[in-house]
Structure formats: C-alpha cells, structure tokens
C-alpha cells in the first residue's frame, strides 16, 4: 500500500525514538503538519505523519468505505516498519482507536490518546449526533458515507473547532476533509473495540472540555480502562492539535514524554 507519510527532522536531534501521529476520522496527515510536526521537530525529535488508506495522498480511495480498522492498524504497521526505531504512537479521535487497536499486539514504547474513540465505542456519541443533526444521521447510514455529519463548515466548526474560531481559518480546514470508511464506523459502535487488558504500553490520556464529540465522562473512563495519566483541556474543542491552545497540549505531551525517558 503506497501511504502518503509526511516527515519533519529536527535541526538538532535530542532524541532517538521518533513519533509517529494518526489522524482521525475525515482528516489526514494534513493536521499534524500545521503546528506539531514543527514543534516536535523543534524540540529535537524526528516525527511523522501518516495519511491512513484511502486518505490525503495514499491509496485505497476506491476501497475506502469499507475499510476495517485492521486496515487502518495494518496501515501503522507498515510505516512503523519502515522506521528507525519503534516510535511514539499518537492518536487523535479515530486515529486513537487505531493506535489503541495497534498496541494490543505490538510493542511501543509510549502511546497518547488525544479526544480519542473510548474503549467502549461510540454508541453515546451516536446518540448525541443523532439527537442534534437526525437527518444528517439518517443520510449517513442511507447512504454509507460518513460525510453528512460534516458535509458544511457549520457543521464541521460544531464537531471539531470552537465557536471563535475565525471563520476563514474554519473554511480553510472544511476545504480539506472528507469522506470515511462507513465500515470503521461499525467497527467503534461493537463490531471490534479495543482490549485495553492486553496493552501493556504506558498511555497518556488527553481529552478537550468543549468536546462535543467525546464528553469529559468519556475521556475520563478511556483514562481509568488503561490506568493513565489523564489531563482535561479547558476551552478547547476536539480538534486539539488545530486549536488556538494546541500549544498547551503538545507541550503536555513532551512533558510526560521526558517523564518516561523517550
């Protein structure tokens, strides 16, 4: 599978273990090159960001409905093979879940969780969706595209950005979404959720109190199945790495990194 991987080398490398970041759903590797690949370059680590199949540059489009996330896990898989050493997993939203599915059978030596898909599913966020947007709900499963529950820049501002966020910075990330696998989709409501007893892993925990995808309770019980530190960003909405306090947020992340001596 050709992946779309984008890389950024630090001027001075302090580190030996790169980081690897996953996006979430109707994203890519777009997302982490606004402001975290430079910042974890600049603080001497070799990262990367992947676009899963079927997103950005990779293949798999035409399959892309359909994809399960063992696709996706596969998709980690190979890239962490081309690398120098076992990276960093960071995950956020979908790309959460994916990590999450990843560590249960394979050696890492730190993982972070940022808004990402609990353990239990989505069954929850599922019915705040349908609650607040039912036919944008109904179009999806009618149509088996995930896209309806972010298809304008209102909805999409709803789901991952703050309310003040300026509007031409909202069009400038809608312009760059798409559409999902509907069979993932399946896979976080029941079909194949994460074993967190099987992940021996260390974890960190990031969540956004303005989240209105995956609520405080949610993150919060995510951080109690796996037993890690956890930490609530206020003012914050899901798109954690594109909003205005992402700074706060990687510099968490750098924070318990050099508490674990990566």
Same mark, same amino acid.
């Given at each position: 599978m050709k992946l779309e991987v984008i890389e950024k080398k630090p001027s001075k490398k302090l580190h030996s273990t790169p980081i690897l970041f996953v996006h979430g759903m109707w994203h890519g590797a777009w997302c982490w090159a606004e402001h975290f690949l430079p910042y974890f370059a600049d603080h001497g680590y070799r990262v990367y960001a992947l676009s899963l199949r079927g997103h950005g540059k990779s293949e798999g489009r035409e399959k892309l409905r359909w994809t399960t996330v063992s696709g996706y896990v596969a998709d980690v898989a190979q890239v962490v093979k081309e690398l120098e050493k076992p990276p960093v997993l960071v995950g956020h939203s979908m790309g959460g879940m994916i990590?999450?599915?990843?560590?249960?059978?394979?050696?890492?030596?730190?993982?972070?969780?940022?808004?990402?898909?609990?353990?239990?599913?989505?069954?929850?966020?599922?019915?705040?969706?349908?609650?607040?947007?039912?036919? +944008?709900f109904l179009k999806c499963n009618l149509t088996f595209s995930m896209l309806p529950v972010v298809a304008t820049p209102q909805l999409a501002q709803e789901a991952f950005f703050s309310a003040d966020m300026p509007e031409k910075t909202v069009k400038r990330y809608f312009s760059k979404l798409q559409d999902d696998s509907f069979r993932?989709?399946?896979?976080?409501?029941?079909?194949?959720?994460?074993?967190?007893?099987?992940?021996?892993?260390?974890?960190?925990?990031?969540? +956004?109190?303005?989240?209105?995808?995956?609520?405080?309770?949610?993150?919060? +019980?995510?951080?109690?199945?796996?037993?890690?530190?956890?930490?609530?960003?206020?003012?914050?909405?899901?798109?954690?790495?594109?909003?205005?306090?992402?700074?706060?947020?990687?510099?968490?992340?750098?924070?318990?990194?050099?508490?674990?001596?990566?």
């Open positions: 990590v999450q599915k990843y560590i249960e059978t394979h050696k890492c030596p730190a993982a972070v969780l940022m808004a990402s898909v609990p353990p239990r599913g989505v069954i929850s966020t599922t019915m705040r969706i349908l609650s607040r947007h039912p036919l +944008a993932i989709y399946l896979d976080m409501l029941g079909l194949n959720l994460p074993k967190p007893k099987k992940v021996k892993t260390p974890v960190l925990v990031l969540g +956004a109190a303005d989240d209105t995808i995956f609520s405080v309770a949610q993150i919060e +019980a995510t951080a109690r199945a796996y037993g890690a530190e956890m930490e609530i960003f206020p003012n914050m909405a899901h798109d954690m790495m594109l909003e205005a306090g992402w700074q706060a947020v990687a510099d968490r992340i750098l924070k318990w990194l050099k508490k674990k001596s990566v």
